[in-house]
């Protein structure tokens, strides 16, 4: 069984659509994140929700909607794409917001590309 | 939050160990020190972490110093699946909202 799944794993649209991007994941933790990993394979976080309350919301622009139905779910919502949102997003969770805590567990990652 | 330094690159044989230097001077006393890998195409990965103590688990070993500025990852004999990017990162024990912040990583390249 996989622990963290993303839908899809490829999405090519073009520039002013909407699209969503799905995360699920199945280890029981609390907390799940979005990372966006751009052109340059720089890493960085976006959002992160805990037990269905967002606590992390880095600077991201208002075109970006994260969704929490439940603990075990996380979904990115994206309007009117533009060309610089092409990246690979990479849905994550983990069980504490320590650091003294083990791992994040990550997922595939979907590749989004903006025509 | 405290920065990291990694070389950028690596190069290792196979079979061979290999050891990842990771530098953190301005590491405060409540941070602990992880290390995730990204292979290609996949997502991050968690490799190990440990706060002073030397730490062993079944994928590599921690080593921090005793100033604990620096730290090294080491992966006792390397296979051609440990080629990746790998991240050393610190996260405080408290007060923490979990995030992760990923410097550039050492890409390893490992050679049979």
């Known amino acids: 069984d996989t622990a963290v799944s993303q839908t899809p794993k490829y999405l090519v649209t073009q520039m002013g659509n909407d699209k969503s991007i799905k995360c699920e994941q199945n280890?029981?933790?609390?907390?799940m994140y979005w990372y966006k990993q751009d052109s340059k394979k720089f890493l960085k976080i976006m959002f992160s929700?805990?037990?269905?309350?967002?606590?992390i919301n880095e600077t991201v622009p208002n075109r970006f909607s994260p969704k929490s139905p439940d603990k075990a779910h996380l979904n990115l919502h994206i309007n009117s794409l533009e060309l610089g949102d092409s990246a690979v997003y990479f849905c994550?969770?983990?069980?504490?917001?320590?650091?003294?805590?083990?791992?994040?567990?990550f997922g595939p990652g979907t590749r989004l590309t903006v025509l | 939050d405290a920065k990291t330094t990694q070389p950028n690159s690596m190069e290792s044989n196979e079979e061979e160990p290999v050891h990842l230097p990771c530098n953190h001077s301005?590491?405060?006393?409540?941070?602990?020190i992880h290390w995730y890998r990204q292979l290609p195409s996949q997502g991050p990965e968690y490799v190990i972490h440990?706060?002073?103590s030397n730490v062993n688990n079944r994928m590599a070993s921690l080593a921090i110093a005793e100033d604990r500025k620096s730290s090294t990852l080491i992966l006792h004999r390397a296979t051609l699946r440990d080629a990746a990017v790998y991240y050393c990162?610190?996260?405080?024990?408290?007060?923490?909202?979990?995030?992760?912040?990923f410097g550039q990583g050492t890409t390893l390249q490992v050679k049979p």
């Open positions: 994550a969770s983990g069980d504490d917001l320590r650091g003294s805590s083990g791992e994040q567990f």
């Open positions: 280890l029981g933790h609390d907390t």
């Open positions: 929700y805990n037990n269905k309350e967002l606590i």
């Open positions: 301005t590491i405060s006393g409540t941070d602990y």
């Open positions: 440990g706060l002073t």
């Open positions: 990162i610190l996260r405080a024990s408290s007060g923490n909202t979990g995030k992760l912040i």
